[in-house]
């Protein structure tokens, strides 16, 4: 008998969490990415990403860059466990475009062109994604965002010359 009880409190528990977790992918607001270093690199930061409507406004803030220009991308996989970052795969591209600018009609889903640092190696991009989905089949949830050693071209395939791998933090619900 109480382990028939415990087996329903089981199952209660069980249907209750998957529901939320469902219901929470289905109208997310805003997600979040905490960027750790990787390759031995200094740079850390976090990553926002807010619905407005259709679109999403991302806001980001790096440090311990060089200053100018690094690629920033969100990558395929939620993998940051390679000590180079390697893991995060590719551009995330679930609709088959070339790697372009951020405001180009041809580009990667993650294609987020370059956040810019200051003298002092910090960053702070603000900027309006009008392709970027927080829910759906084309989610961002639980892929990564890559920040790169080197300024991203916008145009060379598939990668914009972006070179090694910088931080990476998986993308993930934030509490609104
Ligand atoms: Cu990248
Ligand atoms: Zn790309």
């Not at 997310?28 to 990787?38: D, E, Y």
């Not at 372009?100 to 370059?114: E, I, Q, V, Y």
């Amino acid at each position: 008998m109480k382990s028939n009880l415990r087996f329903l409190l089981a199952c209660y528990f069980a249907l209750c969490s998957s529901a939320a977790v469902t219901h929470a992918a289905d109208d997310v607001q805003k997600a979040v990415a905490v960027l750790q270093s990787a390759s031995n690199s200094k740079v850390t930061g976090m990553v926002t990403f807010t619905r407005s409507g259709e679109d999403v406004n991302v806001v980001a803030d790096i440090s311990g860059l060089t200053p100018g220009k690094h690629g920033f991308h969100v990558h395929e996989f939620g993998d940051c466990s390679a000590p180079d970052a390697t893991s995060a795969g590719g551009h995330f591209n679930p609709t088959k475009h070339q790697h372009g600018a951020p405001d180009a009609s041809d580009r990667h889903a993650g294609d987020l062109g370059n956040i810019e640092a200051d003298p002092s190696g910090k960053a702070h991009l603000e900027l309006t994604d009008k392709s970027m989905k927080l829910s759906g089949n084309d989610s961002i949830l639980g892929h990564a965002v890559i920040v790169h050693e080197k300024a991203d071209d916008l145009k060379t395939q598939p990668t914009g010359d972006a070179g090694g791998r910088l931080a990476c933090g998986v993308i993930g619900v934030a509490k609104q």
